[in-house]
Nanobody, 122 residues
């Protein structure tokens, strides 16, 4: 069992930055693949980024490549999403998730946080 709690969301102007954090509890975190997903009103949940258990492999959605960076600190049981050059279309609820494989499919992740709102104003 893994419990996930996101933080760091908020309101930011276009071009600004935010860092999201996801604190995990549970014995398997250091072996879990971690992912970030987002969901805007009326849209399906979309993949943002994922990182393997040791940080050796990462994956990003095309829309965020070069702007967002996923990282993790297994000693702190925390995964991060550094979001730079934010755009109004990045506005969504952001969720972290734990799984076992670096994949873009939300169905492959077993545990989810409650989400944190990110709003980017133009």
């Amino acid at each position: 069992q893994v419990q996930l709690v996101e933080s760091g969301g908020g309101l930011v102007q276009a071009g600004g930055s935010l860092q999201l954090s996801c604190a995990a509890s549970g014995r398997t975190f250091s072996r879990n693949t971690m992912g970030w997903f987002c969901q805007a009103p009326g849209k399906e949940r979309e993949f943002v980024a994922a990182i393997s258990w040791n940080g050796g492999s990462t994956s990003y959605a095309d829309s965020v490549k070069g702007r967002f960076t996923i990282s993790r600190d297994n000693a702190k049981n925390t995964v991060y999403l550094q979001m730079n050059t934010l755009k109004p279309e990045d506005t969504a609820v952001y969720y972290c998730a734990a799984g076992w494989v670096v994949t873009k499919s939300p169905k492959s992740y077993d545990y989810w946080g409650q989400g944190t709102q990110v709003t980017v104003s133009s």
